[in-house]
């Protein structure tokens, strides 16, 4: 029924394809490639693992605007518990994937965890719905911020014209596909020296901050928790909001293959860096606070402009450079991640074959990376991006609360599995009962939006029978899907 991934060489010599059953020989630890066999290295350090995490949670949000959970929780001093709140259950569901990263041996994340746990055809609909949707839509709305910031100090007296952010977003997303197509080294490199640059960033708003705080600046948190109260509909929101701030803790087990010694460096890398995403986190916002007052943050199109102005002179300008920095940043590590994905769909033949193979000199999943360009670009150019985001945003929380449970499932269905590093039960237990009630919120506060994502979603049933089960396909279709 399923297509089993072939083992020789592609006709013109430029790539081979992954080894066969689904697995890499790199995963065979003590056990050489095959002669003529192309594998995906492992070049993921824990030093590059933590940039990665670090470098996907951290996007434009910090920096721009985190009123969201303000406008929902009604106060300063709740708003800054559901961004620590967050932070610890974001952790609590990065250490159940640090599980299953170190149990399950196979990068792909999502996809791999649901298809151990519950089958195929669960996991072709989340690889169907990335693909065609969450990944181009997420990777040009980051794109685009990126695309206005980098443009911000060109046009301070002036509006942007949003052909020129279209264009210079198009290059943006052409130079990150080009940089994850032509070298792992060098796109991880990167990406450790944009990490910095982010740290760096949230570093120039925390420190002055900070002096603030010595300087006696602490009237906007004179009665902290008082204001407008939080209604019941918005407190929830404003978890979903945070939640969302802190969303990229999982892209690590997309690469697990690639990752050297994972059994010690996923659990490492995931809590170090969910622990300075979340101090980092919530100490910026003590630091908008000191200078800018509740109703001012929620007035701010981009808070931490507003803050540098005020604060820092003629320096506010390399905010904006800072911000665009950090765009970049998640670009790239959501393409490298995301990629591995489709790599390993296609190696378990839900998606065409072409995309698991391997580029013979670079060592890179090449197909697997540039099949988002194409995607990416109409998702830019054409359709209202933030409102696509909205109708799928309910699916990822849908999918990880699913992966999570499947964590307790196979806790039960295969409890000799090896499991290096192990969490206490009620940890998956609390973050997928979070995830589903984030998805039943959604359901109930936003039913048209999220109505239409769930029906984009179940297309995935039908094109699974259609592409995967149906045997007796004409010969052009087969050839249409490289088989």
Known sequence: MFRKAAVPTVSNGSYLQGQANGKLSSMDRGQPAQEGKVVLKKKVTLLRG???IIGTIIGAGIFISPKGILKNTGSVGLSLTVWTVCG??????ALCYAELGTCIKKSGGHYTYILEAFGPLPAFVRVWVELLIIRPAATAVISLAFGRYILEPFFMQCEIPELAIKLITAVGITLVMVLNSTSVSWSARIQMFLTFCKLVAILIIIVPGVIQLIKGETQHFRNAFAGNDASVMGLPLAFYSGMYAYSGWFYLNFVTEEVENPEKNIPLAICISMIIVTVGYVLTNVAYFT???AGEL?????????FAERLMGNFSLAVPVFVALSCFGSMNGGVFAVSRMF?????EGHLPEILSMIHVRKHTPLPAVIVLHPLTMIMLFNGDLYSLLNFLS???WLFIGLVVAGLIYLRYKRPDMPRPFKVPLFIPALFSFTCLFMVALSLYSDPV?????FAITLTGIPAYYLFIVWDNKPKWFRKLLGK
């Open 394 to 396: 309910f699916a990822r």
């Open 449 to 453: 939006n999220t109505g239409i994502g």
């Open 88 to 93: 610890i259950l974001s952790l609590f569901g």
């Open 291 to 293: 200078t800018i007052s």
């Open 298 to 306: 929620l007035l701010s199109k981009a808070v931490a402009v507003t």
């Open 50 to 52: 933590i940039s990665i």
């Open 343 to 347: 790599f390993v769909a296609s190696r």
